[in-house]
């Protein structure tokens, strides 16, 4: 599926559950930024991480959105997981691999062993805490979906997993982020609603959660 069908029909969805996911979308990024990102990180990005990025560079802060017009139902854009801007992610990377280069040995001693760190099944994503080319464009409290640009073998340049503090199971949700926004969209339900001034919808994309 083309990455821009796939995200035309996951705004679709949103909007079709009640929520203004495409209104509180940021302007694109400028694809000199993209560049730069890339040379930062030393990897280059995926085709549809650019196509997304250039859709809209990120999602405003649900939380601190002043008087959204009446009737639209504000929404994380990837389920419970907010859509980060390329400096967002960036900055959020930059955490993780100051982290993972102050802890040398100790790191994998702390976080990578088994009693930290699963993997489901065969997924094919290294068993690790974090490793350099995981790059979240999304996050939830610190815990993220991000596209892999390193791989296990067997796996995909660009697949989407989860990491994050809470998130001990590594997994592949999907082998492209056009793969996950198609797959998203035929599961999507939502599952969590909260009322008053800044009403919030909340998407499972797992299918691990109650329909509300």
């Known amino acids: 599926m083309d990455f821009d069908v796939a995200f035309d029909r996951w705004l679709d969805r949103h909007a079709e559950n009640g929520s203004a996911a495409a209104h509180f979308l940021n302007p694109p ?79 994998d001693e702390s976080f990578n062993g088994e009693a930290h760190v699963q993997r489901r099944g065969d997924d094919p994503v290294h068993r690790e805490y974090w490793r350099p080319g995981w790059l979240p464009f999304s996050d939830d409290n610190g815990n993220a979906y991000a596209v892999d640009l390193a791989p296990a073998p067997g796996g995909t340049i660009g697949q989407v997993i989860v990491i994050g503090p809470d998130e001990d199971l590594r997994r592949v949700l999907a082998p492209s982020i056009t793969d996950f926004l198609a797959d998203a969209a035929r599961r999507l339900r939502a599952f969590g609603r909260s009322s008053g001034e800044r009403p919030i919808l909340y998407f499972d994309l797992e299918g691990r959660a109650s329909a509300a």
């Open 29 to 107: 990024a400028d694809p000199s930024v993209l560049d730069a990102a890339e040379a930062r990180i030393g990897f280059a990005l995926p085709a549809d991480l650019r196509r997304l990025w250039l859709r809209a560079d990120g999602q405003q802060d649900i939380f601190t959105i002043a008087d959204p017009a009446p009737g639209r139902v504000l929404c994380p854009l990837f389920g419970t997981y907010s859509f980060l801007s390329v400096q967002d992610a960036l900055t959020t990377y930059q955490g993780w691999l100051d982290i993972w280069d102050g802890g040398g040995p100790d790191f």
